[in-house]
């Protein structure tokens, strides 16, 4: 395809066309440009679209069209046609770079997303000169050039939070930090000082702490594998900005939306993920540190509200604490009693919470519920940061931990018997309190395997969890009902084998409920059950106690599964 108009305003038609409801229109469309993708100056072609169309719409059509094709094609696979010329390939990585700073932010993000595809293939050794190219541009003054930059860098550094060490990534990591760590630190403390200057101008004030935020993620992503030389060495002036900013608190930028976190919660939950990162993995260096920011973030949470928007920053600043008491050099931090009690009054027992967005959540989006609690990608959630903060508490206080919060889950469990249809979120924070303080060590295939001895889970199990699966009304309480079911789920592996007999029939009961939640969790928990092995064996016990073979024993939970599947 040569570089002319005709070409251009062809390509201009097709790329419109491919935007139209119609499928008689958009389906030719797609597939004329998929064939003639393969010819030689087609994404030069894209780029000058891109660049000098006068239709923002096709503009950005352009660019998601653009990325799409590198994403497709840029990788070269050994033994395979080359899908990009070399010329083109050479114009391209000659020509991204300002084209994406000089574009809109709508633009800029899919060139960025562009830019760091193409550098996972290429940088450094095919692409030498790509951050020079960056590191000039913090020079000009213009965040909007700035943040470009910024998050093309950490579309491209972040890999580095999880891939595996080698020789070569380490040639690779020292190479960035050589060209690229002392320009961000000195761009850290010129916008730092510039969020001073303009202290009271909201609109130069979000353009920088969106900067704040994505240096901060630099950081993250350039001290993940190792503490590098040049941040042991300019750790003070880090530390104290870090901190600084932790403590915070510009009206300005507080926003009255409680469902979307602001710039201001983005940026100090990610320094409480940097803070985390040194306290684990860099304890001895970063210790003159930590008490000021325990005490910061100790009071970030006691202070932050229940909204959503919150979630992150909780979730961050207590998986902070979690990993500060499971180090043997903070130990002296937690030992005094009153401390522990504290942190199960303000920090634990407040974010275990059901709050009115769980709720929702479990009614209206039972889906992202279940995932988010039964298959465990809760992971940024209070409620798992609370459970881990418990485990982490347990590692050295086990004793003293189980007896602090034994007090509160019977102060729970009898508000919740003075009023069953008002208080019944205090017995849902009492079972996941009593799981979290319970759960030592635990497996996919066998629920928790290794268990506080101090909680009495078959106690436990016969006072409180027994009563809610043996309702003769399976609709009334689902959340509780759910927890009940979960309880069996986890603790299956410690449970006795005649409780776990008496909870079969229990839980098949459930499959008929109208929560979309229990259901599913009862059908899941007697998948778990029936695929036990091991002493507590619930499909052995089944099958002995019913005189069955294994092969009936396999029939029997077949019939299970296709009767929860008619049911739902």
């Given at each position: ?236 002036t880090w530390m104290t900005n870090f901190h600084n900013l932790l403590t915070l608190d510009n009206k300005l930028l507080q926003t009255d939306d409680e469902e979307e976190a602001g ?81 199960c009054e303000k920090v634990i027992v407040p974010n275990m919470e059901f709050r009115s967005a769980d709720e929702e959540a479990f009614e209206d989006n039972s889906e992202e519920y ?199």
């Amino acid at each position: 395809m040569e570089l002319n108009d005709r070409n251009l305003q062809t390509l201009t038609e097709y790329l419109q066309k491919t935007l139209s409801p119609d499928p008689a229109v958009r389906r030719p469309a797609e597939k004329f440009l998929e064939s003639v993708e393969g010819n030689q100056n087609y994404p030069i072609l894209l780029l000058t679209v891109l660049e000098k169309s006068q239709d923002e719409v096709i503009r950005v059509c352009a660019a998601v069209t653009f990325k799409n094709y590198i994403k497709r094609n840029w990788r070269v696979v050994e033994d395979e046609l080359n899908k990009i010329s070399d010329p083109d390939r050479t114009a391209i990585k000659a020509n991204i770079v300002n084209l994406m700073l000089s574009s809109p932010e709508q633009i800029q993000k899919q060139l960025s997303d562009a830019i760091s595809i193409i550098g996972r293939e290429d940088f450094p050794q095919k692409w030498p000169d790509l951050l020079t190219e960056m590191v000039t541009r913090f020079q000009s003054g213009d965040f909007h050039v700035i943040n470009g930059i910024l998050r093309t860098a950490h579309s491209l550094f972040k890999r580095y939070r999880h891939e595996f060490k080698s020789n070569e990534l380490w040639s690779e990591i020292k190479l960035v930090l050589d060209t690229f760590a002392q320009p961000l630190t000195e761009l850290f403390k010129a916008t730092i000082d510039l969020c001073q200057t303009h202290a009271t101008d909201i609109n130069a004030l979000k353009v920088l702490f969106s900067s704040l935020a994505l240096i901060s993620k630099l950081f993250y992503s350039l001290n993940f594998q190792d503490l590098p030389e040049f941040f042991e060495d300019n750790m003070e002036t880090w530390m104290t900005n870090f901190h600084n900013l932790l403590t915070l608190d510009n009206k300005l930028l507080q926003t009255d939306d409680e469902e979307e976190a602001g710039l201001l919660e983005l940026l100090k939950s990610q320094i409480c993920d940097n803070a985390a990162l040194y306290a684990q993995k860099y304890d001895e260096e970063f210790q003159p540190y930590l008490p000021r920011f325990v005490t910061a973030i100790w009071n970030l949470l006691v202070t932050t509200g229940q909204e959503v928007k919150y979630d992150l920053l909780v979730s961050n600043a207590i998986q902070f604490l979690a990993s500060v008491c499971e180090r043997p050099h903070y130990k002296h931090l937690f030992e005094d009693q009153n401390v522990l009690t504290s942190i199960c009054e303000k920090v634990i027992v407040p974010n275990m919470e059901f709050r009115s967005a769980d709720e929702e959540a479990f009614e209206d989006n039972s889906e992202e519920y279940i995932i988010r609690d039964l298959e465990g990608s809760d992971i940024d959630t209070r409620r798992r940061a609370a459970c881990d903060l418990v485990r982490g508490l347990c590692k050295f206080f086990e004793g003293p931990v189980t007896g602090i919060f034994s007090g509160y889950v019977n102060s729970m469990l009898t508000e919740y018997a003075k009023n069953p249809g008002v208080n019944w979120k205090h017995k849902d924070a009492a079972i996941y309190l009593v799981t979290s303080l319970a759960s030592k060590a635990q497996t996919q295939k066998h629920g928790i395997t290794q268990a506080n001895e101090l909680v009495n889970l078959s106690e436990f199990f016969v006072n409180h969890i027994l009563v809610d699966l043996k309702s003769p009304n399976v609709n009334e309480f689902p959340v509780l009902k759910a927890d009940a079911i979960k309880y069996v789920m986890t603790f299956r592996s410690q449970l006795p084998k005649e409780q776990l007999l008496e909870s079969v029939p229990l839980l098949v009961a459930h499959l008929q409920a109208e929560s979309i939640v229990q259901h599913t969790y009862a059908a899941h928990a007697l998948e778990r059950l029936f695929t036990m092995r091991g002493a507590n064996n619930a499909t052995l016990c089944f099958a002995k106690q019913k005189n069955l073979s294994n092969v009936s024993c396999c029939l029997s939970f077949t019939m299970f599964c296709l009767f929860a599947v008619l049911l739902l």
